[in-house]
C-alpha cells in the first residue's frame, strides 16, 4: 500500500547543506557532503566552511544561522553579566554543547519542516486559499537561477514546456534568496479581506552586499558573526520568524525588538513550496507580496551604512566590478572621512574579541530594484581583522591610507584615459570609453595583488610610487597605438598630466609648455 503520510522535509534532519570539513583537527565519525542544521551545530568545530555556491543564499542562511546560534548559546540578550564575556565562554568550550543543541532542536523541530501541514518553515500556508491556485509562479520562477516568462536566460537554458524540478535541498535555498533579495514590482495576485494587489515591495536586502566574519571553523564563523544585543532585548519579544504567529499582511509589519527579529523578519515576500508526495521535490510555489508597508532595513549589522547627498543613510550596494580590497578599511575603521561618511558593520565591532585570524567574507547580488539581476559577487579577505581599529588602531589608519592611495591613481588613471579618447576622437565631452575599460582592466588587479601583497607584510611606505607607476603603466598600454601619430600623442599627452593630479589652477599660463612639462613639475612635487 502507497504511504499516505504528508511530505516531510525537516531541515533539523536532512542533508541539504554543503559542507567542507577540517584537514587540521581530527574528524569524528562520517564526513557527509551535505548535513542537517542539527549536525551542522553539533560538529560546527570540525566543519571549516558551508559550500553553498549561491552567495545570497549563503548570506540568508548565515543570518538564519546567527539567529539560531544566538538561541543555543544564550547570546540572544545581554543576561547576567558581559555579553562578550559570557561568549567568550561559549569560545572557550571549543563545541556547542549537546544538550542546549539538542534542547533548540527538540523544541521546535515541527517548526523547521519544509512542508509542515500548519507551519512550513518561512512560508504562509494561507497562500492556497488567498492566491489564484490556477495562477501559481512555477518552479523556473522560484529558481532564481533559471529565466522565467520573458526573461533572458542568465546562468541556465530551462524548457518552459518540461521545467525540470528542484530537489526540496535545492528549493529551500532558492526560497532564502526570494526572502531576502525579491525583487519589488509585479507578482501573483493575493486577496486578503477587502484588498486586493499584485505588486510586492524590494526585498531587506535586495542589491546590497554583506560582508561576514569567517574563522577557522563554523563554530567560530557563528560566534563572530553574532550581534551584540542591546540592555533592553528580551528573547520572548525578539522573536524569529518561525517563533511568531503569522500576521495580517495588510497591518504593520512585524516589530524588529532585536537581533533575531533582524535577522530573519524583515521579508518582503510570502512564499509557500508544493511538494511532491514523497517530499524530495518542489512541483510548484506560490509567490507574492507578504506585507503592504514596508518593512525597515536600517540597522542590518553585516552592511556598510553610508549617507546620500540628501542625507539619506543606504547600504554600499553590490557592485561585481569592484574587488573587495577596496572596502578593507571601511572594516577595520568605525568610521571614515568623505562626503558618504561610511559606518562599518555593526559586527565588526564585537567580532574580533573571538579571534585576531579573521577572514571577511563579502557576499552578495548585484541587481536593480526589480527584475534585473546582473551578477553575484563572492570574495574573501585573508585574516584581517586583527587590525581592526580596536586592536591595532595604528595599523588600522595605515591600510585605510595605503587604500587611499591605491583608488586616487585608479581614478585619475580613468580620467586621464577618458581625456586621451576625448582629445583624440573630439568627442563633444567626456564619457566612458574603450581606453578607460582597458585602462581599468589592466590597473586595478596589479593595484589589487600590490595592496594585498603590502598588507601581508605589513609594508605601507612607498606605496604611491608603486601604484602610480603601475597606473602609468596601464595609461601607456591603451594608448601606445594612438601616440605614433602626431595627434594621438599630442591627445595622450596632454592628458597624461592627470595621472599626477592634473593641473593646478592658474597653473597653465605659468607651465608656458607642453603638458609633458607640466606633468613633470607635478610628479618632481
Given at each position: 500500500?502507497?504511504?499516505?503520510?504528508?511530505?516531510?522535509f525537516?531541515?533539523?534532519?536532512?542533508?541539504?547543506?554543503p559542507?567542507?570539513?577540517?584537514?587540521?583537527?581530527p574528524v569524528?565519525?562520517?564526513?557527509?557532503?551535505?548535513?542537517?542544521?542539527?549536525?551542522?551545530l553539533?560538529?560546527?568545530?570540525?566543519?571549516?566552511?558551508?559550500?553553498?555556491?549561491l552567495?545570497?543564499a549563503?548570506?540568508?542562511?548565515?543570518?538564519?544561522?546567527?539567529?539560531?546560534?544566538?538561541?543555543?548559546?544564550?547570546?540572544?540578550?545581554?543576561?547576567?553579566?558581559?555579553?562578550?564575556?559570557?561568549?567568550?565562554?561559549?569560545?572557550?568550550?571549543?563545541?556547542?554543547?549537546?544538550?542546549?543543541?539538542?534542547?533548540?532542536?527538540g523544541?521546535?523541530?515541527?517548526?523547521?519542516?519544509l512542508?509542515?501541514?500548519r507551519?512550513?518553515?518561512?512560508?504562509?500556508?494561507?497562500?492556497?486559499k488567498?492566491?489564484?491556485?490556477?495562477?501559481?509562479?512555477?518552479?523556473?520562477?522560484?529558481?532564481?537561477?533559471?529565466?522565467s516568462?520573458?526573461?533572458?536566460?542568465?546562468?541556465?537554458?530551462?524548457?518552459a514546456?518540461?521545467?525540470?524540478?528542484?530537489?526540496?535541498?535545492?528549493?529551500?535555498?532558492?526560497?532564502?534568496?526570494?526572502?531576502?533579495?525579491?525583487?519589488?514590482?509585479?507578482?501573483?495576485?493575493?486577496?486578503?479581506g477587502?484588498?486586493?494587489?499584485?505588486?510586492?515591495?524590494?526585498?531587506p536586502?535586495?542589491?546590497?552586499?554583506?560582508?561576514?566574519?569567517?574563522?577557522?571553523?563554523?563554530?567560530?564563523?557563528?560566534?563572530?558573526?553574532?550581534?551584540?544585543?542591546?540592555?533592553?532585548?528580551?528573547?520572548?519579544r525578539?522573536?524569529?520568524?518561525?517563533?511568531?504567529e503569522?500576521?495580517?499582511?495588510?497591518?504593520?509589519?512585524?516589530?524588529?525588538?532585536?537581533?533575531?527579529?533582524e535577522?530573519?523578519?524583515?521579508?518582503?515576500?510570502?512564499?509557500?513550496?508544493?511538494p511532491?508526495?514523497?517530499?524530495?521535490?518542489v512541483?510548484?510555489?506560490?509567490?507574492?507580496?507578504?506585507?503592504r508597508?514596508?518593512?525597515?532595513?536600517?540597522?542590518?549589522?553585516?552592511l556598510?551604512?553610508?549617507?546620500?547627498?540628501?542625507?539619506?543613510?543606504?547600504?554600499?550596494?553590490?557592485?561585481?566590478?569592484?574587488?573587495?580590497?577596496?572596502?578593507?578599511?571601511?572594516?577595520?575603521?568605525?568610521?571614515?572621512?568623505?562626503?558618504?561618511?561610511?559606518?562599518?558593520?555593526?559586527?565588526?565591532?564585537?567580532?574580533?574579541?573571538?579571534?585576531?585570524w579573521?577572514?571577511?567574507?563579502?557576499?552578495?547580488?548585484?541587481?536593480?530594484?526589480q527584475?534585473?539581476d546582473?551578477?553575484?559577487?563572492?570574495?574573501?579577505?585573508?585574516?584581517?581583522l586583527?587590525?581592526?581599529?580596536?586592536?591595532?588602531?595604528?595599523?588600522?589608519?595605515?591600510?585605510?591610507?595605503?587604500?587611499?592611495?591605491?583608488?586616487m591613481y585608479?581614478?585619475?588613471?580613468?580620467?586621464?584615459?577618458?581625456?586621451?579618447?576625448q582629445?583624440?576622437?573630439?568627442a563633444?565631452?567626456?564619457?566612458?570609453?574603450?581606453?578607460?575599460?582597458?585602462?581599468?582592466?589592466?590597473?586595478?588587479?596589479?593595484a589589487?595583488?600590490?595592496?594585498?601583497?603590502?598588507?601581508?607584510?605589513?609594508?605601507?611606505?612607498?606605496?604611491?610610487?608603486?601604484?602610480?607607476?603601475?597606473?602609468?603603466?596601464?595609461?601607456?598600454?591603451?594608448?601606445?597605438?594612438?601616440?605614433?601619430?602626431l595627434?594621438?600623442?599630442?591627445?595622450?599627452?596632454?592628458?597624461?598630466?592627470?595621472?599626477?593630479?592634473?593641473?593646478r589652477?592658474?597653473a597653465?599660463?605659468?607651465?608656458g609648455?607642453?603638458?609633458?612639462?607640466?606633468?613633470s613639475?607635478?610628479?618632481?612635487?
Amino acid at each position: 500500500m502507497p504511504s499516505t503520510a504528508p511530505a516531510s522535509f525537516n531541515l533539523f534532519d536532512e542533508p541539504w547543506i554543503p559542507v567542507r570539513w577540517r584537514i587540521d583537527v581530527p574528524v569524528a565519525g562520517e564526513q557527509p557532503a551535505a548535513v542537517g542544521l542539527r549536525e551542522l551545530l553539533l560538529r560546527a568545530h570540525e566543519i571549516e566552511a558551508i559550500t553553498v555556491v549561491l552567495p545570497p543564499a549563503l548570506s540568508a542562511l548565515y543570518r538564519l544561522l546567527y539567529a539560531i546560534t544566538a538561541r543555543v548559546t544564550g547570546l540572544d540578550e545581554q543576561g547576567r553579566g558581559e555579553w562578550g564575556d559570557r561568549r567568550a565562554d561559549v569560545f572557550d568550550a571549543g563545541c556547542f554543547e549537546v544538550t542546549d543543541v539538542e534542547k533548540y532542536v527538540g523544541g521546535n523541530r515541527h517548526r523547521f519542516d519544509l512542508f509542515d501541514p500548519r507551519r512550513p518553515f518561512l512560508q504562509d500556508l494561507r497562500l492556497t486559499k488567498q492566491c489564484d491556485p490556477n495562477n501559481t509562479a512555477g518552479v523556473d520562477k522560484l529558481v532564481t537561477t533559471r529565466p522565467s516568462g520573458n526573461n533572458h536566460a542568465w546562468f541556465e537554458h530551462v524548457d518552459a514546456q518540461a521545467p525540470v524540478q528542484p530537489s526540496a535541498a535545492e528549493a529551500v535555498l532558492h526560497l532564502l534568496v526570494w526572502y531576502y533579495y525579491g525583487p519589488s514590482g509585479r507578482c501573483s495576485s493575493r486577496t486578503v479581506g477587502t484588498v486586493k494587489a499584485a505588486d510586492a515591495k524590494a526585498g531587506p536586502l535586495r542589491s546590497t552586499l554583506s560582508y561576514h566574519p569567517e574563522g577557522m571553523s563554523i563554530f567560530e564563523t557563528l560566534l563572530a558573526g553574532l550581534p551584540e544585543p542591546a540592555s533592553e532585548v528580551r528573547r520572548d519579544r525578539d522573536l524569529c520568524a518561525w517563533e511568531r504567529e503569522p500576521g495580517d499582511p495588510t497591518g504593520p509589519p512585524p516589530e524588529l525588538t532585536g537581533p533575531c527579529s533582524e535577522l530573519t523578519a524583515r521579508s518582503q515576500h510570502a512564499l509557500l513550496l508544493i511538494p511532491d508526495p514523497s517530499g524530495r521535490y518542489v512541483t510548484d510555489a506560490f509567490i507574492t507580496w507578504a506585507w503592504r508597508d514596508k518593512v525597515p532595513r536600517d540597522g542590518d549589522a553585516y552592511l556598510i551604512w553610508q549617507v546620500s547627498k540628501e542625507g539619506n543613510s543606504y547600504p554600499r550596494p553590490a557592485d561585481s566590478g569592484r574587488a573587495l580590497w577596496r572596502d578593507v578599511d571601511a572594516l577595520l575603521l568605525s568610521e571614515l572621512p568623505g562626503d558618504s561618511r561610511p559606518q562599518r558593520p555593526e559586527v565588526f565591532r564585537t567580532a574580533p574579541e573571538v579571534s585576531e585570524w579573521l577572514r571577511v567574507r563579502a557576499l552578495g547580488f548585484e541587481q536593480d530594484g526589480q527584475a534585473k539581476d546582473t551578477q553575484f559577487v563572492d570574495a574573501s579577505t585573508p585574516p584581517v581583522l586583527g587590525l581592526s581599529e580596536r586592536r591595532s588602531p595604528d595599523s588600522a589608519v595605515l591600510v585605510s591610507n595605503l587604500r587611499a592611495v591605491g583608488e586616487m591613481y585608479g581614478r585619475r588613471l580613468e580620467l586621464a584615459a577618458k581625456k586621451a579618447w576625448q582629445q583624440f576622437t573630439d568627442a563633444p565631452k567626456l564619457k566612458d570609453c574603450s581606453w578607460a575599460v582597458d585602462a581599468g582592466a589592466r590597473y586595478w588587479p596589479a593595484a589589487e595583488a600590490e595592496f594585498w601583497a603590502r598588507f601581508g607584510r605589513r609594508d605601507f611606505d612607498g606605496a604611491g610610487t608603486v601604484f602610480r607607476r603601475l597606473a602609468e603603466e596601464a595609461f601607456e598600454a591603451v594608448t601606445a597605438r594612438a601616440v605614433v601619430s602626431l595627434r594621438g600623442a599630442r591627445a595622450c599627452e596632454a592628458a597624461r598630466i592627470e595621472l599626477y593630479g592634473g593641473r593646478r589652477k592658474g597653473a597653465a599660463a605659468a607651465a608656458g609648455g607642453s603638458a609633458r612639462r607640466g606633468a613633470s613639475k607635478a610628479v618632481a612635487k
